[in-house]
């Protein structure tokens, strides 16, 4: 499948990776908009939070919880962070791989992406 999401998954193409485990990747952003910009990914190709079914559901518990570890190793679990999934024409996604943007290391004003 040719997706850049399961390429870096899949270690086809390089990317700074934050952490890993059997369910999901984070890797830093290549176009960050903010000093902390990783994203959180499942390892299984899924479009779209939109495409997500309930056999999926373990990779939204596994999300949140890869959510709290990037949040701790990249020093913003205290400060605080902002979790954006993109979704469809008006909502600007461009990678058709689900994905959460957490994004922080300073304050964020109300807009902050896709604006
Ligand atoms: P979205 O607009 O929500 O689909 O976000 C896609 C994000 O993927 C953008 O913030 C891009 O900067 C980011 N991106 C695109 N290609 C890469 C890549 N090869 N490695 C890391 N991030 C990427
Ligand atoms: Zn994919």
Redesign the pocket.
């Known amino acids: 499948m040719d997706c ?1 999401f399961c390429k ?1 998954i899949n270690k086809e ?1 390089p ?1 700074t990776i934050v952490y890993e485990n059997d369910y999901v990747m984070a ?5 960050p908009v903010a000093p902390v910009h990783t ?1 959180i990914v499942p390892k299984k190709h899924i479009a779209s939070m939109m495409e997500l079914k309930e056999e999926d559901m373990v990779y939204v518990d596994e999300i949140h919880k890869a959510i709290q570890e990037v949040a701790k190793i990249k020093g913003v679990a205290e400060s605080g962070f902002r979790i954006i999934t ?1 979704f469809g024409e008006d909502g ?4 058709h791989h689900l ?1 959460y ?1 957490l994004i922080g290391g300073k304050h964020l004003g109300p807009k902050i992406i ?1 604006d």
């Open positions: 850049i870096i193409i990317a890797f830093d952003d290549a176009h994203l993109n600007g996604q461009t990678i994905h943007h896709h």
